[in-house]
């Protein structure tokens, strides 16, 4: 797509000469096709708008927060509405004590919950807290799995030293046998292990949670006392409306929360077990807008919608549609597409496509057709899409893959990305 002249270009060079890069974090510049828009104006249901005014079927979903449409008009009521009564107080509003009775009822594992404002809050709150508990240092967590940007577990090194990184042992997801010569190193000093729902690593396929593995993690923490800690902060709530490990049976002590619990508006949680209430309390964590009012009740309608709508079988039906016809008019383009993860957060890869230019030209012809995707990062469904929404991505799909076809042969290596895919790999 030409964006020569667009608004988009416009602001790109005025945030290079103001913000470091001209954009940080996951979405950096140089991680998606050049076409790819920077910057957006608006959102809607399941459809963003790009800073130049084109709109898209939007299967990001802001990487998670939306989960019942952009601007829903339920949750932003109830925002707008604390927003008029107040937001940021001396201290929390009743709404607080509502949204920890409304998460230990949902949770099934959980007597307890704090909340905070992102996934990285809540994550390193759970670390602290095992810390505190079992007054032991080691953490085991899988290679390449995300919990977050703070030094402790950034995947980029740049800043980072050696004992931000201390006493910190990786193992493989869904590896028995790794798993367990991690904790043979941990030795007596182990205080948690760090779970993610399924393996949502970027660049790679995903997998669902082996149960065994699963089984043997809940064991190992049962026999040294470790705490459990599922990251639920992206599949929250696409799985399951409790932790997502409560689909195989295995409850853990601590659940991270985030991302979409209030649909987009800052709040995340750490849901805990009475085993860890103790440790909970003894830490010393806060934050200037930990108290926000407004973002509750956006949460509580949020909750209350995952309680009384079918939005979950609605949104898993829409993703196996969306696998199915995808799986069919890939075959009769001739590629074999790899559709990996549940069907609410899926991911595409294509084979033999080691330096991702079949993804990005894939990607880059959906966009022109109107829907956003993402090459190397897993995608995700929100409640406000229909049936139309995804034949019309099948469709774009369609037209996708024919462009594909006709210019595998000549596409440009993606090399911006080797250094980042390699590491996954
Ligand atoms: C996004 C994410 C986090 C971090 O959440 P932020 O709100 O971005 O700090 C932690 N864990 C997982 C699994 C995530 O996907």
Not at 141 to 162: L, M, Q
Not at 245 to 274: E, R
Not at 280 to 298: H, L, N
Request: proline share 4%; aromatic share 8%; net charge negative.
């Amino acid at each position: 797509m030409d964006r020569t002249n667009s608004r988009d270009r416009e602001l790109r060079a005025r945030a290079e000469a103001v913000i470091p890069g001209g954009m940080y974090g996951h979405q950096a510049v140089g991680l998606l096709p050049d076409d790819y828009p920077q910057f957006f104006e608006k959102g809607e249901g399941a459809h963003i708008w790009d800073a130049d005014g084109r709109r898209y079927l939007d299967f990001m979903c802001a990487y998670g927060p939306n989960l019942f449409g952009y601007a829903n008009p339920q949750i932003d009521a109830a925002y707008v509405r604390q927003l008029g009564l107040g937001d940021t107080l001396t201290g929390p509003t009743a709404l607080m004590v509502e949204m920890a009775e409304a998460m230990v009822a949902m949770v099934s594992h959980a007597q307890w919950a704090m909340f905070c404002k992102n996934g990285t809050d809540a994550t390193s709150m759970a670390l602290t807290i095992a810390r505190a508990h079992t007054r032991k240092k080691t953490v085991i967590r899988a290679k390449g799995a995300y919990h977050g940007a703070a030094a402790w577990c950034t995947p980029r090194p740049a800043g980072v030293i050696e004992t931000d990184r201390a006493h910190q042992i990786f193992c493989d997801y869904n590896d028995v046998g790794s798993l367990e010569e991690a904790v043979r190193q941990a030795g007596d000093d182990l205080a948690c292990i760090f779970a993610a729902p399924f393996k949502h690593d970027a660049f790679i396929d995903q997998a669902e949670p082996d149960l065994a593995y699963a089984r043997r993690v809940r064991e190992i923490c049962d026999q040294t006392g470790a705490l459990l800690i599922v990251d639920d902060v992206r599949a929250g709530l696409r799985l399951a409306r409790d932790c997502s490990w409560s689909k195989i049976g295995v409850q853990p002590d601590l659940s991270t929360w985030g991302k979409c619990i209030a649909n987009g508006h800052p709040i995340s949680a750490l849901a805990g077990a009475d085993k860890a209430r103790k440790a909970a309390s003894a830490i010393y964590v806060t934050g200037s807008f930990w108290y926000q009012a407004a973002p509750m009740a956006a949460g509580l309608e949020t909750l209350r919608l995952v309680r009384d709508t079918d939005y979950l079988e609605r949104i898993t039906a829409l993703g196996q549609r969306l696998r199915d016809g995808l799986a069919e008019r890939a075959k009769a383009a001739g590629f074999s597409l790899r559709q990996t993860g549940p069907v609410t957060m899926p991911l595409f890869l294509f084979d033999d496509d080691p330096d991702l230019r079949k993804g990005f030209c894939f990607s880059s012809e959906m966009l022109a057709r109107g829907v956003y995707v993402h090459p190397w990062h897993n995608m995700f469904l929100c409640a406000a899409m229909t049936e139309q929404d995804i034949d019309g991505a099948l469709d774009a799909a369609e037209g996708a893959f024919g462009v594909l076809k006709r210019n595998v042969g000549d596409l440009a290596p993606v090399e911006k990305l080797a250094f980042l895919s390699a590491g996954a790999r």
